[in-house]
Nanobody, 124 residues
Framework: QVQLVEFGGGLGQAGGSLRLSCAAS????????MGWFRQAPGKEREFVAA????????TYADSVKGRFTISRDNGKKTVNLQMNSLKPEDTAVYYC?????????????????WGQGTQVTVSS
């Protein structure tokens, strides 16, 4: 079992910044890549960013590239998402996720573990 818990959600303003954190526990050795996804009301859950524990290789969705930064702390087993230049379109529930292998695409079905999500609301 792997447990993922998100922290840091809340209200932000357009053009502002917000930082999310994800704490991983349990069989963290079973996770290879960590990711952030988000889901807005009435929409499908979409990929935001990902990072590997070992080499810190990062991947970003085009919609957040240049604005969001994903990072990790291997000792604390935490993954962070620094969100800058926020837009109202960033409003969604943000989920921390993990997958056991480097294989597969950054899509929902390719990830094995999920947090409960944290709400991010960006006002205009």
């Amino acid at each position: 079992q792997v447990q993922l818990v998100e922290f840091g959600g809340g209200l932000g303003q357009a053009g502002g910044s917000l930082r999310l954190s994800c704490a991983a526990s349990g069989r963290t050795s079973s996770t290879y890549r960590m990711g952030w996804f988000r889901q807005a009301p009435g929409k499908e859950r979409e990929f935001v960013a990902a990072i590997t524990w070992s080499s810190a290789i990062t991947t970003y969705a085009d919609s957040v590239k240049g604005r969001f930064t994903i990072s990790r702390d291997n000792g604390k087993k935490t993954v962070n998402l620094q969100m800058n230049s926020l837009k109202p379109e960033d409003t969604a529930v943000y989920y921390c996720a993990a997958r056991a292998t480097p294989f597969g695409l950054n899509i929902v079905k390719e990830y094995d573990y999920w947090g409960q999500g944290t709400q991010v609301t960006v006002s205009s």
